[in-house]
């Protein structure tokens, strides 16, 4: 049995003998005969390399006019061919673009190397039948033959291919089965989280995490050999050389960020949290941030929000991203509005006399947002693929801002 995963789906192929009498045996072999002369004669039609569905479907229409006999066939197991034909021509140009050779041009197929017809739907061209105690399988133009079935087919079958092996045949049933989601658990514990200030983050059940160490020591080092760089006369071999140290410097926190990242997302989602409120940073445009100790802090909060999605998403805990717009100016306690300038530590709400973190404040406004059912986004389904696309994204965009701040001290 063969398994593959696409999407949310899975595929499995079911193969079983089956016994036709002599007289299906023959509407099999007839068929298939009939599918392999299609598949040349198709082929045949199509030698100039113009392989669109439509064209192929031109070409169909002209072979049925003049050869009415491949009206035996089934018209999807007719589609079926021309599908398969299509795939070879979209292989073999596939080769030729990755410049393995001009080898491989289709080829008109023996009768002995074709040896399936294929029904491509599941529409009632065919069908298991119990008949007196026997599996039976029904196929359209062919007719009922029993079937060995040692196995239940799970999931939704698509397609059947009737397959001819020596002397012996078979059915292949390939089934679509839903993929299992993560068991989503009753969410008794959310968390709210913030984009720290001063710490890395603050969450709304009063903890934080400070920024890493070597935060501020690449932020140094950054920004010495960004005034070396600007220093260095343009064009000039000196420059390219600082440049390669810059350029060496923001590898190494990229690295960092990323272990950094891994860690603590990997402990919020083991410290027993149903659901995470997040703020969604496409909201804020993080990049064009000059600020430098920012700027880097951010790019490391776009990772490890990542790797927290990914994490969550493995664990079935769901990810809520809302509109971070005022959560820092706004008192969760009662809503009211105040300025807070970056210096402000505290959020001191005159209204109601609230005290409080302001980083921890907007962690709270954070999860009240989510919990109101603001913009939900479940993370189900994000692969592991995605996210090395997202920490590659990451260090785009921290070349993006490193291009920023080489300009800024040009200037
Ligand atoms: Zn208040």
């Known amino acids: 049995m063969n398994c593959d995963i696409r999407g949310m789906e899975l595929t499995k192929a079911y193969k079983f003998r089956i016994y036709p009498d002599t007289k299906r045996q023959e509407e099999i072999d007839e068929s298939i005969s009939l599918a392999q002369k299609l598949y040349n004669k198709l082929l045949e039609k199509s030698i100039n390399g113009k392989i669109s569905r439509q064209t192929f479907n031109k070409y169909l229409h002209e072979i049925l006019l003049e050869n009415p006999e491949y009206h035996a066939l089934y018209s999807q197991t007719r589609q079926d061919i021309r599908d398969r034909l299509i795939k070879t021509y979209q292989n073999f140009f596939r080769r030729c673009k990755e410049g393995k050779g001009k080898k491989g041009f289709p080829k008109s197929k023996p009768f002995d190397k074709y040896k399936s017809i294929t029904y491509p739907q599941d529409n009632g061209s065919f069908s298991i039948e119990r008949i007196k105690g026997f599996n039976r399988l029904r196929v359209s133009r062919i007719g009922t033959m029993k079937i060995e079935l040692h196995r239940q087919i799970e999931g939704k079958i698509k ?105 603590l997302s990997h402990d919020l989602v083991s410290a027993g949290y149903t659901s995470f409120a997040v703020e969604d940073l496409r909201i804020q445009n993080m990049v064009k941030n000059h600020h430098l100790a920012q700027s880097i802090s951010n790019a490391c909060w776009g990772g490890f929000l990542k790797f927290l999605t990914y994490k969550a998403g493995e664990n079935g805990l769901p990810i809520m991203k809302v509109n971070p717009q005022n959560t820092s100016k706004t008192c969760s306690n009662c809503g009211n509005i105040l300025e807070m300038p970056l210096s402000k530590r505290m959020f001191n709400c005159d209204r109601c006399g609230l005290q409080l973190d302001r980083d921890i404040n907007a962690s709270i406004n954070i999860l009240n947002r989510a919990m109101v059912g603001q913009t939900k986004s479940h993370a189900w389904g994000d692969s592991a693929s995605t996210m090395q696309k997202a920490w590659r994204a990451e260090s785009l965009n921290q070349e993006h801002t490193l291009q920023q701040a080489e300009e800024a001290h040009t200037l």
């Open 159 to 263: 397609t059947l291919t009737i397959a001819k092996e020596g002397k012996e045949y078979y059915a292949i049933f390939s089934v679509a089965i839903k993929r299992d989601e993560p068991q989503k658990a009753q969410d008794t514990n959310p968390v709210g989280i913030d984009l720290g200030l001063i710490s890395f983050n603050a969450m709304s059940d009063g903890r934080k995490v400070e920024k890493p160490k070597f935060f501020k020591k690449e932020e140094k080092r950054i920004a010495l050999w960004q005034r070396r760089v600007a220093k260095k006369k343009k064009g000039s071999n000196n420059r390219k050389k600082a440049k390669l140290h810059l350029q060496h410097e923001w590898n190494k926190v990229t690295r960092q960020s990323e272990d950094f990242a891994q860690k």
